[in-house]
């Protein structure tokens, strides 16, 4: 078995795995949140900010009846498992993945920024955070994936 | 390359020899670049595509056909022109029948009464002086933490504060969505305001005030005490129609009502008469049920 390795360069010292860990963590945190109040029936606090309430119980803050956050949650989950994974191996296709991931949630969250601002006609600051979170996220995949790209070892695997 | 006649004796020439000895399988390559392979067939342009697919993907399924955002709202066949509007009442004050009539925004039996009978009851029976018509807005419909029906009431309320309660009333009617999925949300809300010509700021300051929606959980507790279980219910001079009438049986039964009726009509707030209604109700469109039960 043929295993791909990216060759990695610290950002700030840190290895971006664990950069990207972190952020996942951050998304996570977020959309846990979201996830929580919503299932409940609730409305996120934005506390002197105000549009969560109108994003929170819009049309489209929901795929198929259950609420973007969960999907969030499961995003992120994913997001944390391969960062930390790839931190650990360096498996440069745990790398890609991250970034596809991270550029699907882009899309969405482009889209659904879009909705906010002009269809619903509110911001939620907690779905902009987690935007934001994944748009970091996504840049330092692709970064690190440019970096490293020249430069590709391939060697045998234990099988 | 030949083999090293005689046996490492110093570090370098055992690490040298280990060097030599190890399987060349095991040995890393390095490969730079992907010379043999076009850039649009590198894993990154090829995850970016595979990406790019998944969001639109998500995108469609997410917003369906709101993509480009609702599309204009759908103007409401009424007219008020003429007629004598106080609040959640049209029709004048001398008129000898008076229909009340009790529903729920997001019933669809409501949505069916309205838009096919009440623009020719106010042209056939209100504008003549012969009805008046006075809405109920109760919320039976809320389930599972929505609070559509309350909110589109209590715009309704907002806006009869105005004295735009009707327009407001037909166009959420004329403009409703599904039950509890969203559809009447603050934004629909607001957009059906700005529709009736409110004003939009005093509206938006009614709406925020802590007591505008307690009369509203009010008066369904005290239509369900009235026996009224389901909407659209209509309470025309005190005889109850559930469901939603013929409108040439409704015609027929206020014109007689108008011409049994004293000058004095009767009271509105008269309890609900047990009398049969000498109508009978529309067969309601599929899924309606007749009309929104009072849930149990």
């Known amino acids: 078995m043929i295993r791909r390795r990216v060759t990695v360069q610290p950002i700030l010292g840190v290895h971006p795995g664990l950069i990207l860990a972190v952020l996942d963590v951050v998304g996570l945190a977020i959309a846990s949140y979201l996830s929580v109040v919503e299932l409940q029936g609730g409305v996120p606090q934005c506390g002197p900010l105000h549009g969560c309430e109108q994003v929170a119980t819009s049309a489209y803050s929901r795929i198929g009846g259950v609420p973007v956050a969960v999907y969030g949650v499961g995003l992120s989950l994913v997001l944390l498992t391969l960062a930390i994974t790839w931190w650990r191996t360096n498996l440069y296709v745990l790398l890609l993945a991250h970034y596809g991931l991270s550029l699907a949630g882009v899309i969405f969250e482009i889209y659904f920024l879009y909705v906010q601002l002009f269809v619903i006609g509110a911001v939620c600051v907690w779905c902009t955070s987690y935007g934001l979170s994944l748009i970091l996220r996504f840049v330092i995949a692709l970064v690190v994936w440019l970096r490293g790209n020249p430069t590709v070892i391939e060697e045998p695997g234990s099988g | 390359m030949s083999r090293p006649p005689t046996q490492p004796t110093s570090r370098r020439e055992r690490r040298a020899q280990a060097r030599y000895d190890r399987p060349a399988p095991q040995r890393k390559k390095i490969v730079r670049g992907s010379a043999t392979r076009p850039a649009w067939q590198s894993p990154l342009v090829l995850t970016s595509i595979g990406a790019l697919v998944i969001g639109a993907v998500i995108i469609f399924v997410a917003g369906g056909f709101k993509i480009g955002g609702p599309g204009p709202l759908e103007l409401p066949e009424t007219s008020y022109s003429g007629l004598a509007v106080d609040g959640e009442t049209v029709g004048s004050p001398t008129a000898p029948v008076v229909m009340e009539v009790f529903s729920d925004f997001q019933c669809p039996a409501c949505k069916l009464f309205y838009v096919e009978e009440l623009p020719s009851l106010l042209r056939d029976l209100v504008q003549p002086g012969l009805l008046r018509i006075e809405a109920r807005d109760i919320d039976i419909i809320d389930r599972g933490g929505s609070t559509e029906s309350l909110e589109l009431t209590a715009g309704a309320f907002c806006a009869a504060e105005q004295n735009r309660y009707w327009e407001f009333h037909d166009l959420v009617f004329w403009n409703q969505g599904g039950e509890n999925v969203g559809d009447h949300d603050a934004a629909f809300i607001s957009r059906v305001a700005e529709a009736a010509a409110v004003d939009m700021t005093a509206f938006n300051a009614c709406l925020a005030r ?56 009767a009271p509105s707030a008269s309890p609900a008469s047990t009398t049969q209604p000498s109508v009978a109700p529309t067969p309601a469109p599929s899924g309606t049920g007749g009309g929104s039960p009072v849930p149990s």
């Open chain 2, 210 to 265: 802590g007591d505008i929606r307690q009369p509203i959980v009010d008066r369904t507790s005290a239509a369900a005490a009235d026996g009224i279980r389901s909407t659209p219910t209509l309470r025309i001079n005190g005889q109850v129609i559930v469901g939603v009438p013929l409108y040439d049986q409704l015609h027929a039964m206020i014109v007689q009502l108008a011409a049994q009726a004293s000058p004095s009509p």
